[in-house]
């Protein structure tokens, strides 16, 4: 199969950096700001706000995942839920300069016995960063990922993966699984990488339960019933693109009608509102996720997240 071959420009980079730092200070301020008792609805728009603050957009809604949650819940319009006392919690952030988007996430726990848990996915992601490189194929990285995760005595969770990324695309086609798996598919030089392992003490499975308030423009086909919706869809993408947003930005920006606009194409498929993923087998999960580069002879971990523990 032939990958064709391109290179980042020093100004692609650039941006890429700055997003990448911008990341890595919210995800230091979480580590201010998330505590047991404070509203997740808090926390979220101080998160982002520093994001605009610092220069950049947001890459799509700061996710904030309780316990067996292991990712896709921001906090809704009016959300009431709280930091639960000696809960293990996923903060996801991502931002993007001019479209050249980071993503990454921290695992935050207000119990020392999920201490191993955080470490496994930690330690799972340390390695596949020493070992991601021009040349080798997406299911090896996996391989690392599943036997880091696997020694401390944990199962990562198989149908939640990495991804690369482009420009204005978080998930770019090619997958890094967090299990071994054979794949002929390999990383090349000059692509851009989101390495995010999941453990957890429960089944390694994720399935979908209540609504995250997240959405997505799904597609721009023209809705016929409606010149005023269709205007509507036209700004979501003017503001968005393709990239997830959330709920609490649309109320911001158009009100209660927003949302009920935005139900509306919810219903006639242009917009995709993602559910809360949690472990089928209930189990506590764990995640860590850096974004890398992957330049010929060395990796550019742009979010740094390693160096805030
Ligand atoms: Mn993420
Ligand atoms: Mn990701």
Same mark, same amino acid.
């Given at each position: 199969m032939h990958e064709e071959v391109f290179m980042l420009t020093d100004d692609e980079i650039e941006k890429y950096l700055k997003a990448g730092d911008i990341v890595h200070d919210t995800l230091n301020l979480a580590l201010d700001v998330v505590k047991e008792g404070v509203s997740l609805l808090e926390i979220?728009?101080?998160?982002?706000?520093?994001?605009?603050?610092?220069?950049?957009?947001?890459?799509?809604?700061?996710n904030i995942s309780i316990n067996e949650i292991a990712a896709h819940y921001?906090?809704?319009?009016?959300?009431?839920?709280?930091?639960?006392? %000696?809960?293990?919690?996923?903060?996801?952030?991502?931002?993007?300069?001019?479209?050249?988007?980071?993503?990454?996430?921290?695992?935050?726990?207000?119990?020392?016995?999920?201490?191993?848990?955080?470490v496994a996915a930690r330690e799972a992601l340390r390695n596949a960063e020493s070992y991601i490189h021009p040349g080798k194929s997406l299911g090896s990285i996996g391989e690392v990922i599943e036997k880091v995760i696997r020694r401390y005595g944990f199962i990562p969770i198989s149908n939640l993966n990495g991804h690369k990324i482009e420009r204005y695309n978080l998930h770019a086609g090619k997958s890094v699984p967090n299990v071994s798996m054979y794949t002929f598919r390999k990383v090349t030089r000059d692509e851009v990488y989101?390495?995010?392992?999941f453990a957890t003490n429960g089944e390694g499975f994720v399935i979908e339960r209540e609504n995250g308030h997240i959405c997505q423009i799904m597609t721009m086909r023209r809705v016929k019933e409606s010149k005023e919706l269709n205007m509507f869809l036209k700004g979501l993408w003017r503001d968005f693109r393709s990239l997830p947003f959330a709920e609490r930005w649309?109320? %911001?920006?158009?009100? %209660?009608?927003?949302?009920?606009?935005?139900?509306?194409?919810?219903?006639? %498929?242009?917009v995709y509102r993602y559910n809360a993923l949690v472990d089928r087998g209930a189990g506590l999960v764990s995640q860590f996720e850096d974004t890398m580069i992957v330049r010929e002879n060395k990796v550019i971990v742009t979010t740094r997240v390693l160096e805030l523990f």
């Open positions: 979220a728009e101080k998160l982002e706000n520093n994001i605009v603050s610092k220069g950049g957009q947001p890459a799509f809604p700061v921001s906090p809704a319009v009016n959300d009431t839920k709280i930091i639960p006392s %000696k809960s293990i919690i996923k903060v996801d952030v991502g931002a993007h300069v001019d479209g050249y988007i980071a993503d990454a996430a921290i695992t935050i726990s207000f119990s020392p016995d999920f201490d191993n848990l955080l989101a390495i995010e392992p649309v109320y %911001k920006k158009y009100g %209660k009608r927003g949302l009920e606009d935005l139900e509306r194409l919810i219903s006639l %498929k242009r």
